[in-house]
């Protein structure tokens, strides 16, 4: 009885994820004051902000109820693709890890707003005037892993056209 490794082998990533974002959050919490700007870079500041909504604060100007949307939607996401994790075989890396990145930054998110009611967002780039929604490092996981699936599905494309 020969048994197939599964893409659930790959929930480490996950794991990293989850926890480096959790101790960067922590460490923005305690040492930077809300709102408060440190420049690293001419185009980089670390600011301490808190978003009541999803990417680009979506949502964020409602009376609460989105934080339980937000909330259930990180636990029905991340059960289906531990589940497909599950149905992948490991031998599947690109979208294994790309599965894994959005679990781990998912369930991150979650804590936060479960634990907060908000997620603690960090990272400000920014051009001249221009600056990006500032983000943090569930975010990054999350989007890595959205282009991995991307770039899978090219890659795949061109194997069934073959």
Sequence with gaps: MSQT??????????????????????IV?????LYESIQILPIFNL??????????SFLADNNGWQKYLFIVLAIAIS???VYLLFK???????????????????????????????????????WQQWHYPVFNVAD??????AGLLALDAFKNSDKKKA
Excluded: P
């Design 5 to 26: 490794k599964t893409g659930l082998s790959f929930l480490w990533i996950s794991a990293f994820a989850f926890i480096f974002d959790l101790i960067t959050k922590y």
């Design 29 to 33: 919490v305690k040492n930077i004051e």
């Design 47 to 56: 600011t301490y902000v808190r978003n009541h909504g999803a990417a680009f």
């Design 79 to 81: 059960f289906v693709l």
């Design 88 to 126: 992948n075989h490991a031998s599947q890396k690109l979208q294994n890890t790309a599965y894994a990145l959005i679990i781990g930054g998912a369930l991150a998110n979650m804590v936060d707003r479960i634990y907060h009611g908000f997620v603690v967002d960090f990272l400000d780039f920014y």
């Design 140 to 145: 990054i996981s999350i989007c890595i892993g």
